[in-house]
């Protein structure tokens, strides 16, 4: 939520340490803008003056009670999920029942995993856990739409060949060295294509790869196919690997190379993690 100061406020003069903000409304000032300039540094220590707007983040139920306390500041703007937070907070349970139930589907396999998600869907719209605009809503369409646009893709790396040539290439650089090294191979593979596209994308055209190799090496595509989840989720090197990534880079005042800097580092450790764990839970 957004609010502005107004002349009659007591918060005028004050620093946000002084007026015990958080204490007093429950929500953080993560940010402060003053004319068209964000201020940044310590803002809990900025005296605060007429026509200061202040960026709050905290608990949904806190943010819709800031309109009772017009007396300091004007309330600008509610974000757009204020409204739709906890709509059946009373159907709760039944929401966790759901869960619960698909959960239970995809462990003891009686269904396929599209089937328990489904069921899971359909309980959760008997018991009046979301309306069908509500769930309209939450789809996330780019997404959606990215995924359907690259298995065409991938399948026809498939058919053409392009896979095979992909898995030859890869056999006959480490398929000597074991299935590890061939793990570790696809992890960097897979971060190194995710540079350039979203983890997504990544995901969807790595994995026909990592199934072929481990098919090839005669071991289970189980281990291999979650070394391609794992590093396409491990997108930190660039700002494109990841929405995130993104989302965070203006308000952050970020550089690439800042993402560089922290992200190769930390993609090698989690590399390093994944080779090692994965095949404990998931045997070649």
Request: with cysteine.
């Amino acid at each position: 939520a957004e609010i502005s100061l107004i002349p009659e406020s007591s918060l005028l003069g004050k620093s946000l340490r002084e007026t015990t903000f958080r204490s007093q409304y429950g929500l953080s000032v993560v940010g402060l803008r003053r004319g068209s300039e964000a201020l940044t540094g310590r803002l809990v220590d900025e005296p605060l003056q007429l026509g200061d707007r202040l960026l709050l983040a905290g608990n949904w139920s806190l943010i819709r009670q800031l309109h009772v306390h017009q007396r300091d500041f004007l309330l600008l703007g509610l974000p757009a999920e204020v409204d739709e937070m906890a709509p059946a907070r009373s159907q709760a349970a039944y929401a966790l029942l759901s869960l619960g139930v698909m959960v239970l589907l995809m462990v003891t396999d009686p269904v396929p995993n599209v089937v328990a998600a489904l069921i899971a869907c359909l309980l959760m719209g008997q018991f009046r856990c979301i309306d069908l605009e509500s769930a309209y809503k939450s789809i996330h369409w780019p997404t959606l739409i990215l995924i359907v646009g690259m298995l065409p893709f991938a399948l026809a790396l498939q058919k053409t060949g392009g896979v095979d040539l992909i898995v030859g290439f890869l056999m006959d650089l480490v398929g000597d060295m074991g299935p590890r090294v061939m793990l570790a191979s696809l992890f960097a593979l897979c971060a190194l294509t995710g540079l350039f596209i979203s983890n997504t994308a990544t995901a969807v055209l790595m994995a026909p790869i990592a199934i072929g190799a481990a098919q090839q090496m005669g071991v289970s595509p189980y281990p291999f196919a979650m070394t391609i989840a794992i590093a396409a989720s491990a997108a930190f090197m660039t700002p494109v690997s990841s929405p995130v990534n993104t989302l965070v880079l203006g308000p952050g005042e970020y550089r690439f190379i800042d993402f560089v800097r922290v992200g190769v580092p930390f993609t090698l450790l989690v590399m390093g993690v994944s080779v090692v764990a994965i095949p404990w839970f998931f045997p070649f």
